[in-house]
């Protein structure tokens, strides 16, 4: 079931006014496409959290505004703690939407008990599926990823039927390997740079100058 | 051996202000969770260095851990006991010149509560008041 969001309309703009409106616990947000006109909205801050921790992209409108729409965009402040504003789109039956979906790793590797470390080169990976069908997540197993072995975007376990993901198969998304030896710096190998060089003057030490 | 650019343009630079919040290099990018600087100021290449061993010490070479930050900055200072004036002093050190947002330092690869741990260590070595930052 997806989430619902209690929405009204907005009929004042501006900074000023979105700072009232989040001080009272609501959010300025913004609803578009198919076609229709843009529509400026306010909703729950609380209601809207919520669906954000749930992981949902597509939620429900409700009030104002009916009908599913995807997160399209969702602004933060400087600390990427509190939601400045949403951007909602609209979707219907029988579309098709491109979702950026998170990848979990699950399991523990078993090059790990070797001495490697897992590093995950993919953490996000797009997809165009239907709006009915977008996953919070998609899992992939790390129990079969031995010392120096890749998994790729193809060893994705949960993909949705009818989604494509917008990535090549064959791109790595999680690799096992030994962590890299830090190596003792030469003191004396950066001796005399203490200074850098400065673009443009000669050196001293330049034969013939 | 600290961090320091390769080369310059100047020597000297001007002190400038730290004004308004980051509005890049605000997020967490490489690791999953992130030291986040809550005010502005200067951080020392000796400083970055220390939270770095104070870091790498406590992972131990599990995991990554990523510096955002690069002293491009030079501070000079003028030595002790000379009179006023006759221009600007000698560098002294290099800094990086941090707006409260700024990520400083990255881990990947470990838990979430050993990347608490490890930054707890690390903050106490940093002169600005800073906060964990998951990736989002």
Request: hydrophobic share 35%; with cysteine.
């Amino acid at each position: 079931m997806a989430e619902v969001l209690q929405v009204e309309t907005r009929k004042q703009f501006g900074k000023q006014h979105n700072r009232r409106l989040r001080k009272s616990g609501k959010l300025p947000a913004v609803l578009y496409g198919h076609g229709k006109e843009p529509v400026s909205l306010s909703l729950s801050e609380e209601q809207f959290s919520t669906s954000l921790r749930h992981g949902a992209k597509v939620v429900e409108l409700a009030g104002v505004e009916q009908g599913q729409v995807l997160l399209q965009d969702v602004q933060w402040d400087t600390f990427q703690q509190k939601v400045l504003h949403v951007d909602l789109l609209r979707v219907e039956k029988g579309d098709r939407v491109k979702v950026e979906i998170p990848i979990v790793l699950r399991g523990v590797a078993p090059g790990t008990n070797e001495g490697g470390g897992v590093e995950q080169l993919l953490r996000r990976v797009e997809m165009e599926t239907s709006p009915a069908s977008v996953p919070e997540q998609l899992h992939l197993s790390i129990n079969r990823l031995q010392l120096g072995g890749t998994l790729t975007v193809a060893d994705i376990d949960d993909v949705p039927e009818d989604a494509k993901l917008l990535v090549e198969d064959s791109q790595a998304c999680v690799q096992c390997g030994m962590p890299a030896v830090e190596l003792e710096e030469d003191e004396s190998a950066v001796e005399g740079s203490s200074e850098p060089e400065i673009v443009g003057r000669k050196s001293e030490d330049q034969p013939g100058e | 051996m600290a961090l320091m650019p390769k080369r310059v343009k100047h020597r000297k630079s001007q002190r400038g202000r730290i004004r308004g919040s980051a509005t890049r290099g605000n997020r967490v990018v490489f690791g999953e969770f992130g030291l986040q600087a809550l005010e502005g100021g200067w951080i020392s290449a000796a400083t970055i260095e220390a939270g770095r061993i104070a870091a790498q010490q406590y992972i131990r070479g599990e995991g990554k851990l990523y510096i955002r930050i690069f002293p491009h900055k030079s501070i000079t200072s003028i030595p002790l006991e000379t009179r006023m004036g006759k221009g600007k002093g000698e560098p002294d050190y290099w800094a990086a010149t941090v707006r409260p947002g700024t990520i400083l330092y990255e881990i990947g690869g470990i838990s979430e509560q050993a990347a608490k741990i490890c930054f707890a260590r690390l903050a106490h070595k940093m002169p600005v008041k800073v906060r964990m930052a998951k990736r989002k």
